[in-house]
T-cell receptor, first 115, second 114 residues
């Protein structure tokens, strides 16, 4: 069965520092891969997605993610974190064999940003 | 910018009562989804809906749950007899044909079952 693991429950970084949020997935082939952000009391906003092609994908708000097939990973990065980036981040996978109807989310990583 | 809307934002109900959560997807979208997030836990897939039928559902989506697109614009989730453990945030999402499952989420409805 598909699964998504986000090993870090929470991470604290200083404003202006770089950020990397880890995501590992378990799936027989390359799934559709997503990162979503959820601010307190808000819905989920798509940051970026990977389906195929270039393994480094750019998203909104200065985020990028790199798909590494050998490591079954899709880590999210940002070179310089802003205080407004404090939120919960979810990695998710969709099964291309089913048209991606079912999306499986990781448990999330809560990002804290300190001044 | 078009967005998914959900009503109500917060619903309080007594155990055993029926609730209907409503969603208005983005107008040209054809795929619709419901997810739930129990407080402090991960977002869980409930069901996907396309072409007026369920495409896929999770083990959570048992006979107590149903979905409907009653009028071509709304997309509803009904829980027939709520249980305490149904208390959660329920998110609706919609997507377009050929979007590889890119989904646009609504702000959620917080359901509290007493």
């Amino acid at each position: 069965a598909q699964s998504v693991t986000q090993p870090d429950i929470h991470i604290t970084v200083s404003e202006g520092a770089s950020l990397e949020l880890r995501c590992n997935y378990s799936y027989g082939a390359t799934p559709y891969l997503f990162w979503y952000v959820q601010s307190p009391g808000q819905g989920l906003q798509l940051l970026l997605k990977y389906f195929s092609g270039d393994t480094l994908v750019q998203g909104i708000k200065g985020f990028e993610a790199e798909f590494k097939r050998s490591q079954s990973s899709f880590n999210l990065r940002k070179p310089s974190v802003h205080w407004s980036d404090a939120a919960e981040y979810f990695c998710a996978v969709g099964d291309p064999n089913t048209g991606g109807f079912k999306t499986i989310f990781g448990a999330g990583t809560r990002l804290f940003v300190k001044a | 910018e078009p967005e998914v809307t959900q009503t109500p934002s917060h619903q309080v109900t007594q155990m055993g009562q029926e609730v209907i959560l409503r969603c208005v997807p983005i107008s040209n979208h054809l795929y619709f989804y419901w997810y739930r997030q129990i407080l402090g836990q991960k977002v869980e897939f409930l069901v996907s809906f396309y072409n007026n039928e369920i495409s896929e559902k999770s083990e959570i989506f048992d006979d107590q749950f149903s979905v409907e697109r009653p009028d071509g614009s709304n997309f509803t989730l009904k829980i027939r007899s709520t249980k305490l453990e149904d208390s959660a945030m329920y998110f609706c999402a919609s997507g377009t044909l050929g979007s590889y499952n890119e989904q646009f989420f609504g702000p959620g409805t917080r359901l509290t079952v007493l």
